[in-house]
């Protein structure tokens, strides 16, 4: 049985790390592959951040592809917190030193016109739930070093959370078609990464309406004006400094970023 203890070694592990903008060892080796004992580590930083003065502006959905699910060994996807911190604009130039590992996946965000409160949230609530839709590239980093994670480490490490930027234009949901929505992600003219809407649990509403469930399960429902990031479209790319990202999401809209060169 895990400890209170190991739970909160782990978490000031991953909290030290993320504000020395350093590395840790994989907090696996102190709460096992417990994805349960990940959320308790993700909440006890979660509180501390808010206490400092983060403000939470949304989630993030992780873990909507299949072979990622069955390489990590499980059947669901995880989340994690966006804080008003992480959000930059787009074609804005990035910070190198607001970036730890960083690499890039690009994405269908939701944003919320409604509370969504219910445990048993059908489709047809969320889908009144939504105000707009637009393109993403997060920007995922990893507090572990070396990307060494395992399914307890991603969740305790905030869904291995960094940044993101949302591009445009903004559309409402009526109309489009989130499943074939194709995806071309480049990093300098070159293209890194393609996928569509259908990678992302089949249809990223699915995965929207996992995370608004699972968040009035936990006690803390999605409220109007969160940012819901639904998942990746297509492999995440590796970043280096100087580089110059552009997503093309069909249907949906395009976002730009660079990573600063120092």
């Known amino acids: 049985m895990i400890s209170r203890d190991e739970i909160q070694k782990a978490a000031d592990a991953l909290?030290?790390?993320h504000a020395g903008q350093t590395y840790c060892a994989p907090v696996r080796d102190l709460i096992g592959l417990d994805p349960q004992a990940g959320y308790e580590v993700q909440a006890i930083n979660t509180a501390?951040?808010?206490?400092?003065?983060?403000?939470?502006?949304g989630r993030k959905i992780g873990l909507t592809s299949a072979a990622v699910q069955n390489q990590l060994g499980v059947?669901?996807?995880d989340f994690g917190v966006l804080y008003a911190d992480m959000e930059y604009c787009d074609g804005d130039e990035i910070p190198l030193s607001a970036t730890q590992q960083p690499k890039a996946e690009a994405e269908i965000a939701?944003?919320?016109?409604?509370?969504?409160?219910?445990?048993?949230?059908?489709p047809s609530e969320l889908i009144r739930a939504i105000d707009h839709v637009v393109p993403?590239?997060?920007?995922?980093g990893s507090r572990i070093k070396d990307w060494d994670i395992r399914i307890s480490d991603t969740i305790a490490d905030n869904a291995s959370s960094g940044l993101y930027v949302l591009g445009g234009p903004v559309r409402a949901l009526h109309g489009l078609d989130l499943v074939n929505a194709g995806m071309v992600m480049k990093c300098n003219g070159r293209p890194v990464s393609y996928g569509a809407g259908i990678a992302c649990l089949g249809n990223p509403l699915n995965a929207a309406l996992w995370l608004a469930r699972k968040c009035a399960e936990l006690g803390a429902p999605l409220k109007a004006g969160d940012v819901v990031l639904t998942g990746?479209?297509?492999?995440?790319?590796?970043?280096e400094p100087g580089d110059?990202?552009?997503a093309d999401i069909e249907g949906i809209g395009s976002v730009r970023l660079a990573i600063a060169a120092k």
């Not at 501390?48 to 502006?57: D, H, K, L, M, P």
């Not at 993403?136 to 995922?140: D, G, L, Q, R």
């Open 232 to 239: 990746a479209l297509g492999p995440m790319a590796s970043m």
């Open 48 to 57: 501390r951040w808010v206490s400092a003065g983060r403000r939470i502006v």
């Open 15 to 17: 909290f030290d790390a």
């Open 110 to 122: 939701v944003i919320l016109g409604r509370d969504i409160n219910a445990q048993d949230t059908t």
């Open 75 to 77: 059947d669901q996807p």
């Open 244 to 246: 110059l990202f552009e």
């Open 136 to 140: 993403a590239i997060e920007i995922v």
